[in-house]
Nanobody
C-alpha cells in the first residue's frame, strides 16, 4: 500500500504564499486530490490533477492555487498564493482510497 505524507504547512500572513507537498512511498499513477478541513466544517475539495496533468480547482481557490505533479519523484505539490484567513485548515492529499494525515495551514496576522 502506498503511503502519503503531506508537508509544508505552517503559519503565514494574509497575502503570503505556501507550498505544500504530498510525497508518496511508491508510484501514484492516478488522479491526486487535495482536500482541506477547517475546525467545525466539513472536508471540502480543493483541487485535483489527473494522471495526464489535467487540473480542476474549487472556485474558492481558483487563480490563487496551483497543483502540479512529478511522477518520477512520486510527489504532488500545491502552490498557494495570496492566502486568506479563510484558507486556514488541515490540508490532505488523496490518491485512490489512500489519504495522508494532513498538514496544518494557518493564515493569520
Amino acid at each position: 500500500q502506498v503511503q502519503l505524507v503531506e508537508s509544508g504547512g505552517g503559519l503565514v500572513q494574509p497575502g503570503g504564499s505556501l507550498r505544500l507537498s504530498c510525497a508518496a512511498s511508491g508510484s501514484i499513477s492516478w488522479t491526486v486530490n487535495w482536500y482541506r478541513q477547517a475546525p467545525g466544517k466539513q472536508r471540502e475539495f480543493v483541487a485535483f490533477i489527473s494522471r495526464n496533468g489535467n487540473t480542476v480547482y474549487a472556485d474558492s481557490v481558483k487563480g490563487r492555487f496551483t497543483i502540479s505533479r512529478d511522477n518520477g519523484r512520486n510527489t504532488v505539490w500545491l502552490q498557494m498564493d495570496n492566502l486568506e484567513p479563510e484558507d486556514t485548515a488541515v490540508y490532505y492529499c488523496k490518491h485512490l482510497e489512500t489519504w495522508g494525515r494532513g498538514t496544518q495551514v494557518t493564515v493569520s496576522s
